[in-house]
Nanobody, 129 residues
Framework: QLQLVESGGGAVQAGGSLRLSCAVS????????IAWFRQAPGKGREGVSCITSTGITTKYADSVKGRFTVSRVGATKTVYLQMNSLKPEDTATYYC??????????????????????WGQGTQVTVLS
């Protein structure tokens, strides 16, 4: 059974760093994309970043470009989101999600909610001012 589990959230002072993890299990397709989204209270879900199964292609929202880095670890299908220089406006619940079709559209741009097929439960990130 396909499962995505996020971890690594917490509370941090502005300017600090956190690293989120997304562990994927029960998935055997050779190609896929993993995306990170976030949702702040009272707001819609925002695409933050994505990475392809090869790790070659990554995309970032303008709001996090230069501060966040997405990466993957070999064959384990674990994806990380390193978040540096955090700001209070980064406070949100962060979700990872997976997409495997259409192959040509995997991580083709900043991720949008409607294109991803399966989701994790989320992890809370709070940035204190």
């Amino acid at each position: 059974q396909l499962q995505l589990v996020e971890s690594g959230g917490g509370a941090v002072q502005a300017g600090g760093s956190l690293r989120l993890s997304c562990a994927v299990s029960g998935f055997t397709f050779p190609w896929y994309g993993i995306a990170w989204f976030r949702q702040a209270p009272g707001k819609g879900r925002e695409g933050v970043s994505c990475i392809t199964s090869t790790g070659i292609t990554t995309k970032y929202a303008d709001s996090v470009k230069g501060r966040f880095t997405v990466s993957r670890v070999g064959a384990t299908k674990t994806v990380y989101l390193q978040m540096n220089s955090l700001k209070p406006e980064d406070t949100a619940t962060y979700y990872c999600a997976i997409k495997w079709e259409p192959r040509s559209q995997i991580c083709a741009g900043v991720p949008t909610e409607d294109e991803y097929q399966n989701w994790g439960q989320g992890t809370q990130v709070t940035v204190l001012s």
